[in-house]
């Protein structure tokens, strides 16, 4: 994907006033809220999407999950961005 | 029961509710997608009534609550409403004309909870807007009312509905959504129900008027990619295949009208013979399951030929029930728009006398949505 280099790993990702991450009790998944939109979220881009507070900076997000599942850090950093370029197409993340 | 019988397919919860808060509305748009016979003010839910429904909405698992009208603006228990939906975990979104609204009323709807704004806008061009609303001064207040949104830091859409005398700028009103801060925006070219059914012969375009402006909107999704996310609605008399009206009948969404009855979708009261519930009398949980309207075409028994063996049917559905029945006289066959359908032709028939149509559309051709007096008794 051509604007995964555009992402900085400085940048801040947040969820914008609109787009809420939602654990759905009656289905008992989890869920993001968009304007007209409901995305199924898997556990791992959960656990991304907890992190995007608009503080953390991508960088020490993709450090703190590569610690936490033991992974390897090009790996989670490739998800990571994968993850939140396509979400800041549908302008669900704001970077 | 026999061994072979296959388990029925349990019904899902519904995702949205659409809620009809008032059908008292100071515009006048001739697509309105309100029914003809328009709901009065006395008769219409009380604040608890609708904090009942809301709480009962989440319960069975909805998601999205579409707060609408009319327009709900005119509604003074609005900033109330919308602190329940948030007290009880539903995404809000206010589907408004802007007209009503202040920039206090916004502010306090924002702190509310209010999650998003869908403002309608009825063309790109001022006194071309003002004349289809049928109200002088709504597209300079509409342009405050978004100003307003983004000041109070809530997330707007832009809605266009697409017709004749707008189709000339459906590409200049995209880029007009993103001026005016939006990060959506519905290009919706108008379906033929209700009001706009009544209006199409003022409203319809030719198909050389659609193809360009449904190309130029296409072409824009790159020009505005990661900018504004466009929705864009084609219109159906030219299609080969029906939409998926409502995702399917009572599969993800139901409506609840201002006097409390529930709808699969807002035209199913042109259905004959179809019994709604009204949330008076039973919990949005037992209509949902329960009311006859919404198993009359829920899943896939009902359908005939050539739904019936067609691959597609759990695709579109078989199209739209209130359409079959419009064009067609049963709401039972295949949406017209479909190819397959033995009455295609109708559809071609009335496509084909707007070939020749201009834009120009004078005021005296619409009729404009609006209230009907009520007569003393």
């Given at each position: 994907?051509?604007?995964?280099?555009?992402?900085?790993?400085?940048?801040?990702?947040?969820?914008?006033?609109?787009?809420?991450?939602?654990?759905?009790?009656?289905?008992?998944?989890?869920?993001?809220?968009?304007?007209?939109?409901?995305?199924?979220?898997?556990?791992?881009?959960?656990?991304?999407?907890?992190?995007?507070?608009?503080?953390?900076?991508?960088?020490?997000?993709?450090?703190?999950?590569?610690?936490?599942?033991?992974?390897?850090?090009?790996?989670?950093?490739?998800?990571?961005?994968?993850?939140?370029?396509?979400?800041?197409?549908?302008?669900?993340?704001?970077? | 029961?026999?061994?072979?019988?296959?388990?029925?397919?349990?019904?899902?919860?519904?995702?949205?509710?659409?809620?009809e808060l008032t059908h008292r509305c100071p515009l006048g748009c001739p697509y309105c997608s309100n029914p003809i016979e328009l709901e009065q003010r006395a008769g219409e839910l009380e604040?608890?009534?609708?904090?009942?429904?809301?709480?009962?909405?989440?319960?069975?698992?909805?998601?999205?609550?579409?707060?609408s009208g009319g327009e709900p603006a005119a509604r003074r228990?609005?900033?109330?409403?919308?602190?329940?939906?948030?007290?009880?975990?539903?995404?809000?979104?206010?589907?408004?004309s802007?007209i009503g609204?202040?920039?206090?009323?916004?502010?306090?709807?924002?702190?509310?909870?209010?999650?998003?704004?869908?403002?309608?806008?009825?063309?790109?061009?001022?006194?071309?807007?003002d004349r289809i609303a049928g109200y002088k001064g709504a597209?300079?207040?509409?342009?405050?009312?978004?100003?307003?949104?983004?000041?109070?830091?809530?997330?707007?859409?832009?809605?266009?509905?697409?017709?004749?005398?707008?189709?000339?700028?459906?590409?200049?009103?995209?880029?007009?959504?993103?001026?005016?801060?939006?990060?959506?925006?519905?290009?919706?070219?108008?379906?033929?129900?209700g009001w706009a059914l009544v209006n199409?012969?003022a409203?319809?375009?030719?198909?050389?008027?659609?193809?360009?402006?449904?190309?130029?909107?296409?072409?824009?999704?790159?020009?505005?990619?990661?900018?504004?996310?466009?929705?864009?609605?084609?219109?159906?008399?030219?299609?080969?295949?029906?939409?998926?009206?409502?995702?399917?009948?009572?599969?993800?969404?139901?409506?609840?009208n201002p006097h409390g009855k529930?709808?699969?979708?807002h035209?199913?009261e042109t259905?004959?013979?179809?019994?709604?519930?009204?949330?008076?009398?039973?919990?949005?949980?037992?209509?949902?399951?329960?009311?006859?309207?919404?198993?009359?075409?829920?899943?896939?028994?009902?359908?005939?030929?050539?739904?019936?063996?067609?691959?597609?049917?759990?695709?579109?559905?078989?199209?739209?029930?209130?359409?079959?029945?419009?064009?067609?006289?049963?709401?039972?066959?295949?949406?017209?728009?479909?190819?397959?359908?033995?009455?295609?032709?109708?559809?071609?028939?009335?496509?084909?006398?707007?070939?020749?149509?201009?834009?120009?559309?004078?005021a005296s051709d619409y009729n404009y949505r609006m209230l009907k007096t009520q007569v003393p008794a």
């Open positions: 994907m051509s604007n995964l280099a555009t992402i900085s790993d400085q940048a801040k990702p947040r969820l914008p006033r609109g787009v809420h991450l939602k654990h759905d009790e009656t289905r008992g998944e989890w869920l993001l809220l968009a304007p007209e939109r409901v995305l199924k979220t898997n556990p791992i881009a959960v656990e991304i999407l907890k992190r995007c507070d608009g503080t953390a900076t991508l960088s020490e997000i993709v450090d703190d999950l590569a610690a936490k599942f033991n992974a390897e850090r090009d790996r989670v950093d490739a998800d990571v961005k994968a993850l939140l370029s396509e979400l800041a197409a549908k302008r669900m993340v704001d970077l | 029961m026999n061994a072979l019988e296959t388990t029925p397919t349990p019904i899902a919860a519904p995702v949205g509710i659409l809620a604040t608890h009534d609708w904090m009942r429904v809301f709480s009962e909405a989440a319960a069975i698992g909805i998601l999205h609550a579409h707060l228990d609005l900033v109330e409403i919308v602190a329940h939906c948030k007290k009880v975990g539903l995404y809000t979104n206010l589907i408004t802007g609204l202040t920039q206090e009323r916004l502010k306090q709807l924002a702190d509310a909870g209010l999650d998003h704004v869908q403002l309608s806008i009825q063309d790109a061009a001022p006194e071309s807007a597209f300079a207040r509409k342009m405050d009312v978004a100003k307003w949104v983004n000041e109070a830091g809530l997330p707007l859409t832009v809605n266009a509905v697409i017709h004749r005398a707008n189709i000339a700028r459906a590409g200049r009103m995209v880029e007009f959504a993103v001026e005016l801060g939006a990060r959506r925006v519905e290009i919706a070219h108008t379906q033929y129900y199409r012969k409203l319809m375009p030719s198909r050389a008027q659609v193809d360009k402006a449904v190309a130029e909107v296409e072409a824009l999704r790159e020009t505005y990619a990661g900018k504004i996310v466009i929705d864009h609605v084609i219109p159906d008399y030219y299609a080969r295949y029906p939409k998926a009206c409502m995702g399917g009948w009572a599969k993800r969404t139901l409506n609840v529930v709808l699969p979708c035209a199913a259905i004959p013979g179809l019994e709604f519930w009204n949330v008076r009398d039973h919990s949005l949980g037992d209509i949902w399951f329960n009311a006859p309207a919404f198993n009359a075409f829920r899943g896939t028994e009902w359908m005939r030929e050539p739904c019936r063996s067609c691959p597609r049917k759990t695709v579109d559905f078989g199209g739209c029930r209130c359409q079959a029945l419009a064009l067609t006289g049963d709401a039972r066959n295949a949406d017209p728009i479909c190819h397959l359908s033995p009455h295609h032709d109708k559809v071609s028939e009335i496509a084909a006398t707007f070939d020749e149509v201009d834009e120009n559309v004078p």
